[in-house]
C-alpha cells in the first residue's frame, strides 16, 4: 500500500529536549517536505528536499533541521524545542515531474500527522 | 504575504444544495493547482487536480481562471460527508537552478452541510 507515514502520532515534551520527528514513504518519490499547520494559519512548509542530499528552506524554518539521506526518509529535527513549536506536523511526499530545465510537483500524499506539545 | 486566499467560511448548507468556493492567487507563474479536503485533525487528501480545460469528477467540477488568476470549485447535490475543509493549493514550476518549490496553500474554507 502506498503512504507515507511518520512517528511519533503524539509527542508532549520539554523546552529544550532535543526530538526527531520521523517520515517515511514508499513511493520512491523525489520531493518530500514537511509542515506545519496552526489555527488561522493553515499549513505552512518547513522544509523541503528535491531529492537525496537536496534540501531547502520553506516559508518558516528557523528552529528546525531536516536530512535526506536516503530517498524514503525525511526525519525533521527539533534541537532546543520551544513551546511556539507546539503544532500539528505533517509530512508530505510527491512524484517530481518536468524537463530538465523546469519541475512540476504532482499530487502531494500526507502522512497522518504529528501533534506536538512543547510546554 | 497573501499568496493564496480563501473565504475561510463557515459555508452552512443543507443536503442537496449546491455550493461553490472560489481561491485567488498572486503568482501569474504558477503551475499547478489542486484542491485538498481536510477532516478535523486529519492529513489533508486530494480531491482533485484543477486544468485549464475544466475538470469533473462526479459532484465535483474544478475550473481554473488564468487571465483572473482564481480558481474554483463547485459540489453538487451536497452530502453530510462533505462537511470539511477545502484547501486550495497552487504550486510553482520553475528552473531547477534559483526556483523556488514551495507549494502554497489557502487557509481553507470549511463547509458544514446540515440535514
Known amino acids: 500500500e502506498a503512504q507515507v507515514t511518520q512517528n511519533p502520532r503524539y509527542l508532549i515534551t520539554v523546552t529544550g529536549k532535543k526530538l526527531t520527528v520521523t517520515c517515511s514513504q514508499n513511493?520512491?518519490?523525489?520531493?518530500m517536505s514537511w509542515y506545519r499547520q496552526d489555527p488561522g494559519l493553515g499549513l505552512r512548509q518547513i522544509y523541503y528536499?528535491?531529492?537525496?542530499?537536496?534540501?531547502d528552506k520553506g516559508d518558516v524554518p528557523e528552529g528546525y533541521k531536516v536530512s535526506r539521506k536516503e530517498k524514503r526518509n525525511f526525519p525533521l529535527i527539533l534541537e532546543s524545542p520551544s513551546p511556539n513549536q507546539t503544532s500539528l506536523y505533517f509530512c508530505?511526499?510527491?512524484?517530481?515531474?518536468?524537463?530538465?530545465?523546469?519541475?512540476?510537483?504532482?499530487?502531494?500524499?500526507f502522512g497522518p500527522g504529528t501533534r506536538l506539545t512543547v510546554l | 504575504r497573501k499568496e493564496v486566499e480563501q473565504d475561510p467560511g463557515p459555508f452552512n448548507v443543507p443536503e442537496g444544495a449546491t455550493v461553490a468556493f472560489n481561491c485567488t492567487y498572486s503568482?501569474?507563474?504558477?503551475?499547478?493547482f489542486f484542491w485538498y479536503r481536510q477532516d478535523c485533525r486529519k492529513e489533508p487528501k486530494l480531491l482533485m487536480s484543477?486544468?485549464?480545460s475544466g475538470n469533473e469528477d462526479g459532484r465535483f467540477t474544478a475550473q481554473l481562471n488564468r487571465a483572473s488568476q482564481y480558481i474554483s470549485l463547485l459540489i453538487r447535490d451536497s452530502k453530510l460527508s462533505d462537511s470539511a475543509t477545502y484547501l486550495c493549493?497552487?504550486?510553482?514550476?520553475?528552473?531547477?537552478?534559483?526556483?523556488?518549490?514551495?507549494?502554497?496553500f489557502g487557509r481553507g474554507t470549511s463547509l458544514i452541510v446540515h440535514p
Open positions: 528536499s528535491m531529492n537525496v542530499e537536496v534540501t
Open positions: 503568482n501569474s507563474a504558477s503551475q499547478s
Open positions: 508530505a511526499s510527491s512524484r517530481r515531474q518536468g524537463s530538465v530545465r523546469t519541475v512540476d510537483l504532482d499530487t502531494q500524499y
Open positions: 513511493m520512491n518519490h523525489e520531493y
Open positions: 484543477v486544468y485549464s
Open positions: 493549493v497552487v504550486t510553482p514550476g520553475g528552473r531547477l537552478t534559483g526556483g523556488s518549490y514551495i507549494p502554497t
